[in-house]
C-alpha cells in the first residue's frame, strides 16, 4: 500500500498530492476535475472524468470461434460494462453462423442493437444507461417475474392447461433478461464506484450479496421452468391426483411465494426482523412438503415421481429463499439498528 503525507494549504483546507503514475494511466493534468466520493466507512474514492464519460468499446475477433463461442462471448462483454462490442474476421467475411449468433445475442439482452453491419463486421450497443434502473427494483421484478411463472406453472397443472404452461416458459426469456442486466450493473458498479449510487446504492459493499441474490433469484425461475415443463409433457398435462392433493399444493406454493418476497424485501430494506421470519416460515414450509408427501394415497410409480417432481421445485426455491435471507441478515447487520451498535 502507498501513503502520502497531507499538506495544508490554507486555514480549512488540507491536500494531498496524487500518483504520477496514476494520474498519467487517466489522462488526469492540471486543471482537470476529479470526482470524490465518500463510503461512509472512512474511505474517500477519486475517480478521473474519464470514468463518467468513456464509452468503452470491445472487439470480438470471430475468426477461431464457433457460433455458440461468439454468442456466449457478445453475452460476456456486454455483463462486463462494454458500451459497444464489434464482431469482426480478418478473413473474409463473417460466417452466417456468426451472423446468426449476434442476432440470437441482441434477443437475449436488454437495450442491445445493430449499430452498423458489413460483410466482416458487425457492431452493436447497448443503450441502457445505469439510472435508468435500480439494483433493488430489478431484484424485486425478477422475484415477482419467477413467482408469476411459478403460478402460472400451478395453475396449468390443476387445470390441465397447457397454454398456460407456455405462457409461463416464455417468460423465461424475460426473467433471463433481467438476470443478465442485474449482472451488468453489478460489474459496472464495481469497477466505477460512482455509478454505485446511480444504482441505488451507497457504497459497494453490497454488490457480492447482490450478485448472488441475483443468481438465487434465476435459479427459481428455472425452477418455475421446470413445473411448466411437467404440464407440457404429461399426459392430460395435470397430475393425476386427487382434487383434495392438488389444493395442498397450491397452498404450499403461496407459502413458498410469501418466503421469496420477504426474502428480497429483507435484502433491499435491511431489514435482520424479516430475514428471520423467512427462516421460520421456511421450516413451516419444509414440514408441509413432507406431510403432503407422507399423505398421499397409493398411486403408480410414474405419477409419484411427477408429484415428487412439482414438490421439490418448490422446495429447491424455499431453499433459494432462505438462502437470500442469510445474504439479508449479514446486509442488515452491518448497519446499525436496534439489534446493532457499530463501532
Known amino acids: 500500500m502507498e501513503t502520502r503525507k497531507v499538506q495544508r494549504l490554507g486555514p480549512s483546507t488540507l491536500a494531498m498530492t496524487l500518483p504520477a503514475e496514476w494520474a498519467s494511466e487517466h489522462g488526469v493534468e492540471k486543471g482537470d476535475e476529479v470526482s470524490l466520493r465518500t ?49 469482426d474476421t480478418e478473413d473474409g467475411a463473417l460466417e452466417s453462423d456468426h451472423i446468426n449468433a449476434v442476432y440470437q445475442a441482441e434477443t437475449q439482452l436488454m437495450g442491445l442493437g445493430v449499430i452498423e453491419e458489413t460483410p466482416e463486421s458487425i457492431s452493436i450497443r447497448c443503450s441502457v444507461d445505469p439510472e435508468d434502473f435500480t439494483l433493488d427494483n430489478l431484484l424485486e421484478r425478477l422475484e415477482r417475474t419467477g413467482q408469476t411463472m411459478r403460478g402460472e406453472g400451478i395453475k396449468a397443472l390443476a387445470h390441465g392447461n397447457p397454454d398456460l404452461a407456455q405462457r409461463a416458459l416464455n417468460r423465461e ?119 403432503i408427501l407422507d399423505e398421499l394415497p397409493e398411486m403408480s410409480n410414474e405419477d409419484l415421481l411427477r408429484v415428487r417432481e412439482v414438490l421439490v421445485s418448490l422446495q429447491q426455491t424455499a431453499q433459494y429463499a432462505m438462502r437470500n435471507a442469510e445474504i439479508a441478515a449479514n446486509l442488515a447487520l452491518n448497519e446499525e439498528s436496534e439489534h446493532t451498535t457499530i463501532n
Request: without cysteine.
Open 39 to 87: 463510503s461512509g466507512k472512512g474511505t474517500l474514492t477519486v475517480m478521473p472524468e474519464s470514468a463518467n464519460t468513456e464509452e468503452t468499446e470491445a472487439i470480438i475477433h470471430a475468426d477461431n470461434l464457433d457460433a455458440d463461442a461468439v454468442e456466449r462471448a457478445i453475452v460476456a462483454q456486454y455483463v462486463l460494462g462494454r458500451r459497444v462490442i464489434r464482431i
Open 173 to 291: 426469456r424475460q426473467a433471463n433478461k433481467i438476470f443478465v442486466l442485474l449482472l451488468r450493473l453489478i460489474f459496472t458498479a464495481y469497477q466505477n464506484p460512482n455509478l454505485a449510487r446511480a444504482v441505488g446504492l451507497n457504497s459497494g459493499f453490497p454488490l457480492i450479496g447482490y450478485r448472488s441474490i441475483a443468481k438465487n433469484l434465476e435459479l427459481t425461475a428455472d425452477n418455475a421452468e421446470d413445473i411448466a415443463e411437467i404440464v407440457i409433457e404429461t399426459e392430460g398435462h395435470s397430475l393425476n391426483v386427487d382434487s383434495s392433493v392438488m389444493r395442498d399444493i397450491r397452498e404450499l406454493n403461496e407459502q413458498v411465494d410469501e418466503i421469496t418476497s420477504l426474502a428480497v424485501e429483507a435484502a433491499v430494506e435491511r431489514d435482520y426482523d424479516k430475514s428471520n421470519r423467512v427462516r421460520a416460515l421456511f421450516h413451516e414450509v419444509s414440514d408441509r412438503e413432507k406431510e
